[in-house]
């Protein structure tokens, strides 16, 4: 099993930033990638950015392109999501997800919420 728990989310005003954390602990060993998500309110859940662990690959979506970057610290486990330039589109709850092993685990998810 992995557990996987989110941190940094927040008010922010347009145009400000944020950096989401997701530290990951239990059985990790094998694991493949961490990536984000979200979930807009009253939309589905949507790709945000992803890391491939081995070779720090990394890609995102189109609407945070630019303006977001992931990133990881191995020796903690842990993934970063930083966000600038946020935009009041951008307000949602973000999950954080690890794939180890062919299963994948999500976080509790934290919310984000930018106002105009």
């Known amino acids: 099993q992995v557990q996987l728990v989110e941190s940094g989310g927040g008010l922010v005003q347009a145009g400000g930033s944020l950096r989401l954390s997701c530290a990951a602990s239990?059985?990790?060993?094998?694991?493949?990638?961490m990536g984000w998500f979200r979930q807009p309110p009253g939309k589905e859940r949507e790709f945000v950015a992803t890391?491939?662990?081995?070779?720090?690959?990394?890609s995102y979506a189109d609407s945070v392109k630019g303006r977001f970057t992931i990133s990881r610290d191995p020796a903690k486990n842990t993934v970063y999501l930083q966000m600038n330039s946020l935009k009041p589109e951008d307000t949602a709850v973000y999950y954080c997800?690890?794939?180890?092993?062919?299963?994948?685990?999500w976080g509790q998810g934290t919310q984000v919420t930018v106002s105009s």
């Open positions: 239990g059985d990790t060993f094998g694991t493949h990638a």
């Open positions: 890391i491939i662990w081995s070779v720090r690959s990394t």
């Open positions: 997800n690890i794939g180890v092993r062919g299963s994948i685990y």
